[in-house]
């Protein structure tokens, strides 16, 4: 069975840069898409960013792009987002997910089987 467990979050500064990791363990770990999505207070859950099985392909939400990037290594069997020039509307729990099925980098969290438990990221303005 795969966890995911997510590390980095925080809080910054408006304008300042954070790194989630999302490290996975199990020996079932397959190289599928993975994706960040996040949920902010009285808000659903959307997506942020997601990766490819090999990390050549990715999606990002039109909120981040220019702004945040994914990338993954599938030996060490992590993803990371680099969140910069971060916004006070960033500030949600950002979770970490894995398919089971999909190699494509997709924003649907149907794609997605495998979640995390969440991390808070808090942008001060």
């Known amino acids: 069975q795969v966890q995911l467990v997510e590390s980095g979050g925080g809080v910054v500064q408006a304008g300042d840069s954070l790194r989630l990791s999302c490290a996975a363990s199990?020996?079932?770990?397959?190289?599928?898409?993975m994706a960040w999505f996040r949920q902010a207070p009285g808000s659903e859950r959307e997506s942020v960013a997601a990766?490819?099985?090999?990390?050549?392909?990715?999606y990002f939400a039109d909120s981040v792009k220019g702004r945040f990037t994914i990338s993954r290594d599938n030996d060490k069997k992590t993803m990371v987002l680099q969140m910069n020039s971060a916004k006070p509307e960033d500030t949600a729990i950002y979770y970490c997910?894995?398919?089971?099925?999909?190699?494509?980098?997709?924003?649907?969290?149907?794609?997605?089987?495998?979640w995390g438990q969440g991390i808070q990221v808090t942008v001060s303005s």
């Open positions: 990766i490819s099985f090999m990390g050549a392909n990715t």
């Open positions: 997910a894995k398919s089971k099925a999909t190699i494509d980098a997709s924003g649907s969290s149907r794609s997605y089987d495998i």
């Open positions: 199990g020996r079932s770990f397959t190289p599928l898409a």
